[in-house]
């Protein structure tokens, strides 16, 4: 019986360990061009968590769209913010102050489990872009099935 214990306590610590906390800066100016989420797509696994860092002012982020089990989520303007990543699936997120710059960004947790919702919800998102579509376009293309 110890035995068991003993490698469900390690299994339950390896699980923890091998958790990754993913960075994403938000900034006026950033490779990808003005107003963006760095990375701007990041492909995680349950368990993860994701931290916004407002490295420059005047940015946050807001889901628009979520795995089924998750809750929608808003980030504090200005302040970093941390995502638990408890549900298999995608986030679709921008920046409510530069969404019409293109500021948007995606989280998938392991695999897009709802991206008949993406497909669905982009569009309505894609047409409050006035610049930098393309851009947008291209991150939520890296969605892996």
Avoid at 2 to 16: A, D, P
Avoid at 42 to 67: E, I, L, R
Avoid at 129 to 137: G, W
Wanted: net charge neutral.
């Amino acid at each position: 019986m110890s035995k068991i214990l003993s490698l469900l306590c390690l299994t339950l610590l390896s699980s923890f360990a091998s958790a990754k906390d993913w960075q994403i800066q938000m900034l006026n100016y950033g490779d990808a061009g003005s107003m963006v989420f760095e990375p701007s797509y990041v492909h995680a696994q349950v368990g993860d968590t994701v931290t916004f860092v407002p490295t420059q002012s005047g940015h946050n982020a807001k889901s628009y769209v979520v795995p089924e089990q998750a809750k929608q989520w808003t980030s504090p303007l200005n302040e970093t913010y941390t995502l638990p990543l408890s549900q298999e699936g995608i986030h679709l997120y921008y920046c409510p102050p530069h969404l019409m710059m293109g500021m948007i960004g995606v989280i998938q947790v392991g695999n897009a489990s709802n991206i008949d919702v993406i497909e669905q919800k982009y569009p309505r998102l894609r047409s409050k872009i006035a610049l930098s579509s393309e851009r947008a376009d291209a991150i939520v293309a890296q969605i892996k099935n």
